[in-house]
């Protein structure tokens, strides 16, 4: 014991920041997170400004754009005739308080607007990723165990569809199905109109209605969860099953596994605590990447069950060519993105002593 | 001897590769003559409104009196032809970006592969999305977004590779015989580029067309009255009661997506038969 406390004495002094060495890999992701985080900003800005007409267009609409009068004062007003690094700092400094422009559909300030929709897209794609994961690794990890056997090539075929479903499809065709047709779902929405949402928390209704004690409310929230939820997790579930498959295989033949079996552990014992567990970096990272097909797949799905998400946001806003909403979801999916793809490293260097002094 | 295309290698024939090859097949036969055979032209509007289908119109008519089967089968002809062009454009330019990055290192490396951290920084629909509101809608703008978001796996993962190759003893002896840059590239890293490469397009296919529905149902894409599978179900939002709008062009998506990625799943299993990373950002 004594040999190994001062072992991890003597370690930290080779950190590059003087603390752990955790603490630097922490601060280095930090920081290429920022300098992405400048990234995305740089795209939306590209985009909403290097377009000739666009800024004006976005701004005050086409109606309006074509009236020179109008045009000359909006540019003076907003310093569009200054030099582009000038309108990228305001833009920016404009960013920094909150202000991403006035969208042309709704005419309200469009971070309030954005403020209100992500929410319901957060509780819808945390609901997305466990079912996903539990049904995934479920998959996965039946499809590795009997590698070659019939339900493999059958977990196979099924994820492979999984990732051939168009999902505005199948969210109009589940939508008509189990609502209209058999009327076994509830409509579109988060509640059923006879409610009211629960006090705001969270933010998002399930919660929110736990934390309340409100057990009706919950019911009929997690009831409008389902479809959006089933709909959503269909690509992501074909995705993590086809990662997690191979992940198990890759740890299966590990001499720790061998040594598991030997010792003569329990099935679930075994699959848990010793192959799970190995296979657990891999699929964390395919965690991150389906977050953002999640976030991708609300903007074709949540429309169609009128879900008051970001999703429904970005296709009202393009449907109707309203480009300040359409580059105001953009720049909130990127910043989230981000986020959680941050979140995974940092997972990951928790879990895997070895990428901290990578 | 005699039969010569019968002399596949026997590993190339998988019940999984052998449907998808011939469902693409069919709607790649179906795209470039669909116009020649349809029952009704796809843009005339002389049916009667959301008749159901039935023995004249097998799919039913849509909102505006058009038949959807015949708009199905000329809409294979818009989107397949553009997927596989998209796929085409986004492979040489993605391997030529990787291979100059990882060929040449230093600063080059640096700035091209920061180019592709910034479109990796989005989700694939909603970069795809944003470029395309930006440019204004229409299918040529959807195909120059979807191309966005799609070159830099290609450039990713050649970069991989020739990284991998370029302290290898063959490649560093071709140098030191003065093989040019050039050359180096062709002889030495392409070879073991082009399997990896090809797996990645034949799964991106369906990720392609996919991306381009998407954008056309969004309304960024195909305008009306173009006969395209993503707009068709857009219109289906407008007419709940009418499933059959909605439903046959779903089905076409999802047979030609499956089709292209069993083809592209067993061809992976020749090539690389540990890795399903590629698939990771699909969508």
């Given at each position: 014991m004594g040999k190994n406390t001062r072992a991890t004495r003597v370690h930290p002094a080779r950190a590059p920041l003087g603390g752990s060495p955790l603490a630097g890999y922490v601060l280095r992701r930090l920081g290429m997170s920022v300098l992405l985080l400048f990234g995305v900003t740089l795209v939306t800005f590209s985009l909403a400004n290097l377009v000739p007409g666009n800024p004006i267009v976005a701004a005050l609409g086409e109606g309006a754009a074509s009236n020179p009068a109008t045009v000359a004062a909006y540019i003076e007003k907003h310093g569009l005739d200054q030099p582009l690094p000038v309108q990228y700092l305001n833009y920016l400094l404009n960013l920094f308080q909150g202000d991403m422009g006035v969208s042309l559909r709704t005419a309200q300030p469009v971070a309030s607007d954005l403020a209100k929709a992500v929410p319901a897209t957060i509780e819808v794609a945390i609901g997305a990723i466990i079912v996903s994961l539990a049904v995934g690794v479920a998959l996965g990890s039946l499809a590795a165990y009997r590698r070659g056997k019939i339900s493999d090539q059958l977990v196979r075929v099924l994820s492979l569809i999984g990732l051939s479903i168009p999902t505005f499809w199948m969210a109009l065709v589940s939508f008509n199905f189990f609502f209209l047709q058999l009327r076994i779902a509830p409509g579109?929405?988060?509640?059923?109109?006879?409610l009211s949402p629960p006090p705001t928390v969270t933010g998002l209704y399930t919660i929110d209605a736990l934390l309340a004690g409100q057990w009706v409310t919950f019911m009929d929230a997690m009831a409008h969860l389902m479809l959006p939820v089933f709909v959503l997790s269909l690509f992501t579930i074909g995705l993590l099953t086809r990662f997690v498959r191979t992940s198990v295989l890759e740890v299966l033949d590990a001499d720790y596994i061998r040594a598991g079996r030997a010792k003569g552990l329990s099935g679930p014992r075994m699959l848990f605590g010793y192959t799970l567990r190995g296979a657990s970096l891999p699929i964390l990272t395919i965690v991150g990447l389906a977050f953002g097909s999640l976030l991708s797949g609300t903007v074709l799905v949540e429309a169609v069950f009128a879900w008051p998400g970001l999703g429904s946001y970005a296709y009202n806003s393009a449907t109707s060519l309203d480009l300040p909403g359409v580059m105001g979801v953009g720049l909130i999916v990127g910043v989230i993105y981000l986020g959680i793809n941050f979140a995974v490293d940092l997972l990951y260097g928790v879990l895997d002593p070895r990428v901290r002094l990578a | 001897m005699t039969r010569r295309w019968l002399r596949i290698p026997s590993a190339w024939v998988t019940p999984l590769g052998v449907i998808g090859a011939v469902i693409a097949a069919f709607w790649i036969v179906v795209a470039f003559t669909a116009q020649f055979w349809?029952?009704?032209?796809?843009?005339?509007?002389?049916l009667p409104r959301?008749?159901?289908?039935?023995?004249?119109?097998i799919m039913g008519t849509d909102a505006l009196g058009r038949d959807i089967f015949s708009r199905l089968m000329t809409g294979a002809g818009v989107t397949i032809p553009l997927a596989l062009m998209l796929v085409v454009m986004s492979m040489v330019v993605g391997t030529l970006i990787g291979a100059i990055a990882g060929y040449f290192g230093k600063w080059v490396d640096e700035v091209l592969m920061r180019l592709t951290d910034l479109v990796m920084a989005f989700p694939t629909v909603i970069l795809a999305m944003v470029v395309a509101a930006a440019l204004g809608p229409s299918l040529f703008n959807a195909v120059i977004a979807a191309f966005v978001v799609s070159w830099p796996q290609y450039a990713r993962m050649t970069r991989s590779i020739v990284l991998g190759l370029r302290t290898q003893n063959y490649v560093m002896a071709g140098r030191l015989l003065g093989f040019s840059p050039f050359k180096t590239l062709r002889v030495d890293v392409a070879p073991n580029v082009v399997g990896p490469i090809l797996v990645l397009a034949s799964l991106d296919v369906g990720t392609a067309i996919l991306l381009l529905s998407g954008l056309s149902f969004l309304g960024l894409g195909a305008q009306p009255p173009t006969a395209e599978w993503g707009s068709m179900i857009s219109a289906a939002m407008a007419n709940f009661d009418s499933w059959w709008i909605g439903v046959f062009p779903g089905l076409a998506i999802l047979t030609v997506v499956m089709a292209f990625n069993f083809v592209g799943d067993s061809l992976r299993d020749i090539f690389d038969p540990t890795s399903q990373m590629s698939k990771a950002r699909a969508r």
């Open positions: 579109s929405g988060r509640l059923s109109p006879i | 349809v029952p009704f032209d796809p843009l005339a509007q002389v959301l008749q159901a289908p039935g023995i004249d119109t």
